[in-house]
T-cell receptor
Framework: DVKVTQSSRYLVKRTGEKVFLECVQDMDHENMFWYRQDPGLGLRLIYFSYDVKMKEKGDIPEGYSVSREKKERFSLILESASTNQTSMYLC?????????????FGEGSRLTVL | AQKITQTQPGMFVQEKEAVTLDCTYDTSDPSYGLFWYKQPSSGEMIFLIYQGSYDQQNATEGRYSLNFQKARKSANLVISASQLGDSAMYFCAMREGYNFNKFYFGSGTKLNVKP
């Protein structure tokens, strides 16, 4: 069974803390993504990566950075967490030559910043 | 302009009845893909169905079908014979061309199936 695994389902952090959200996929996918989900706004792309060490900004990259040192792992980093980063974070992956190109998602990480 | 519009924030349907969730999209790219995802309260996004812009027939997957009206730029999801387990958020999404950074999501429709 194909799988995208996010390291933490629920996190509570304090303002100013550094936060790491980890994502691992076992499908040998080239593309990996980090989305943020907020009520009424749908999913918004933060960053995506199409290869190891390669990354591109999405629609809302401010306040975030990413790391992809290995093909299967894509990390989202909040250098200094702020309360407006309280949200649900979804990791996804997709294959480069996939027929439909659908995204496969992890279960999400719900982050609360106090 | 919104790339994906879902105008129904919430809907109710009686168990065993059919329901249509609306989705309109906006793109000038002749090549695109349309997707529907289901998100139960547990949080994971589950891929349901795909329609390519060049597909002549409407996509179907079990109880799910996609009513694709290209000229109207609509891609409505039809769920037949609703089940209690269908209660969830449903997201319409579009990928423009084959650009994975151009994957847009709507704001979602919360479907409640009543027994």
């Amino acid at each position: 069974d194909v799988k995208v695994t996010q390291s933490s389902r629920y996190l509570v952090k304090r303002t100013g803390e550094k936060v790491f959200l980890e994502c691992v996929q076992d499908m040998d996918h080239e593309n990996m993504f980090w989305y943020r989900q907020d009520p009424g706004l749908g999913l918004r792309l933060i960053y995506f990566s199409y290869d190891v060490k390669m990354k591109e900004k999405g629609d809302i990259p401010e306040g975030y950075s990413v790391s992809r040192e290995k093909k299967e792992r894509f990390s989202l980093i909040l250098e200094s967490a702020s309360t407006n980063q309280t949200s649900m974070y979804l990791c996804a992956s997709s294959g480069q030559g996939a027929n439909t190109g659908e995204l496969f998602f992890g279960e999400g990480s719900r982050l609360t910043v106090l | 302009a919104q790339k994906i519009t879902q105008t129904q924030p919430g809907m109710f349907v009686q168990e065993k009845e059919a329901v249509t969730l609306d989705c309109t999209y906006d793109t000038s790219d002749p090549s695109y893909g349309l997707f529907w995802y289901k998100q139960p309260s547990s949080g994971e996004m589950i891929f349901l169905i795909y329609q390519g812009s060049y597909d002549q027939q409407n996509a179907t997957e079990g109880r799910y079908s996609l009513n694709f009206q290209k000229a109207r730029k609509s891609a409505n999801l039809v769920i037949s014979a609703s089940q209690l387990g269908d209660s969830a958020m449903y997201f319409c999404a579009m990928r423009e061309g084959y650009n994975f950074n151009k994957f847009y999501f709507g704001s979602g429709t919360k479907l409640n199936v009543k027994p």
